[in-house]
């Protein structure tokens, strides 16, 4: 049976005006490391696409227009999310095979790469297995919303970064190579989360609609009816800079693979059950 180890981080972000200290965090006994993402509002899609419009030609903001209207959101849980996208050798070790480019795994660093070429369906199954073992916490995806959310990191802009600073926080194209590259190696945003735009594409819990933003609910919105099409975010190591960006949208087949798509996982703390508790004194 799986343990976490709980522990609180130390930094400082403006999320709705507040300032969060400290930030509860845990290491799951599959080590993997989950921060604390506080409950609270933002403003979901892009808000300055004048701005957008000066980085990307003119024929491609229609396709864009997904990302719109912004609209204000509420989450109203806080939940953990972790800290680095799911690795090479993490989904080996629970799932026992080597998924995508045989190249990434001869790598010398190829454990510590994310995993990529893993279908929505199968991430589920990974999932599971996960949950069987532990009885501490409920491990998922996180939804669009809680992506952004946290992607964000109370920043209102394109990036939660200048774009000059691009190369310390982001792997896309230019600064990649064009491959893949260890997680975890960047700046983290300023709830210590790494690779949330750049080096592989997340996959997130929500079905595809290109326009939800249209009709989302202002109170922990999940996403449109099911459907076989699931939310990609985040952009890629193959990106050019305009596309890694914190609002950024795609979608791809959930039972289907893509080399520049992976995960990052977010958890839920189970409570008690005290209804099946022994109460009684002695």
Partial sequence: MFKA????????????ATPFLYAESFTASFGVEFVNIPAGEFVMGTQDFDQLAKEVKAERLENLKKELPPHKVTLSKPFYLATTEVTQSLWKEIMGYEPGKIKRWQRDDWAELP???????????????????????????????????????GTVGLRPFKYEEMDDYAWYRASSGDKPMPVGQLKPNAFGLHDMIGNVWEWVADSYDADYYKVSPALDPAGPENSSRKVMRGGSYHCTPERVRVGIRGSYVQNRSLSILGFRLAADKIKPDLSTADLSAD
């Fill in 5 to 16: 180890t709980l522990k609180v981080l130390s930094f400082f972000v403006l999320v709705t």
């Fill in 115 to 153: 995993v990529s070429r893993v279908s929505w369906d199968s991430v589920q199954e990974f999932i599971q297995i996960l949950n069987d073992m532990d009885e501490g916490y409920h491990f998922r995806l996180p939804t669009e919303a809680e992506w952004e959310y946290a992607a964000r990191a």
